[in-house]
């Protein structure tokens, strides 16, 4: 019998600093590798933190509208004719 200390959506969200709400979904998707008890009970084994650890280090931080729209005015500004 293992002895693997299994956590819940709301272990796991304290620890990445998010809703437990966003961890529930990223399980009941598929993005993120989980156990599922019954019917409505998640929980993350080690091997599953460890998992979710690599997707999320490897992921590219996406960026925010404001970011885009701000860079966009600056190409702009560069891209107007001088007077």
Excluded: D, N
Excluded at 19 to 39: D, H, I, T, Y
């Amino acid at each position: 019998m293992s002895s693997a200390i299994y956590s819940t959506p709301r272990q796991l969200a304290q620890r990445f600093q998010v809703s437990p709400e966003f961890v529930k979904q990223r399980a009941r998707s598929g993005e993120w590798p989980c156990s599922v008890l019954g019917q409505r009970t998640i929980r993350f084994a080690p091997e599953h933190v460890m998992a979710i650890e690599a997707l999320i280090e490897h992921r590219p931080a996406e960026e925010s509208r404001t970011q885009r729209r701000a860079a966009v005015e600056h190409v702009r500004t560069l891209l107007k004719p001088i007077k």
